[in-house]
């Protein structure tokens, strides 16, 4: 099963979260393991967002911390060697064995499931797609919306 990771902009006032003029800035999808795996590290936390500037009316959402964004990104960097550990390994195995399965490889194995008969060229690639898609929205929040009070990462 796999969801998504939205990168919103919520308008702030008084740095509350405002529904209104919400704007999705990039959406990436994301499996289950691995983000069982970012939770069990980094867990979402509820955010209060109101649906307008009267702050009358409120809602609640899960998302990541953005004191977790930093160390998001460096568990995010740790699972892409090691995906390119097993990828070169699947693609360069003479021997015709299986590489050594452990929690590392079933992780990175589940990025894209569901495909085992592909190509294994052609499900390298869309595992790398799936990683880097999301290394790049937590890079983003990091890097071009550091200051922006309202950027939140949170499950679509």
Known sequence: MSTSLNLVIYRTK?????????????CE???????EKINSIFPMIKREV??????EESFEIE???????DGVCALLEEIFLDLLKFENN?????????????????????IVSGES?????ELAVVRFHVLTGIIGIFADVRNKFCNEVGAVIKLG
């Open 29 to 35: 999808e994301v499996s289950g393991l691995l983000l």
């Open 90 to 110: 699947n693609l360069n195995n003479k021997t015709g064995s299986a590489y050594q399965e452990n929690e590392s490889t079933k992780l990175v194995a589940d």
């Open 14 to 26: 008084d740095e509350k979260l405002i529904e209104e003029d919400l704007k999705t800035v990039r």
């Open 50 to 55: 109101y649906f307008d500037e009267s702050l």
């Open 117 to 121: 008969e592909s190509n294994p060229i």
């Open 63 to 69: 998302c990541f911390s953005s004191s977790d964004i």
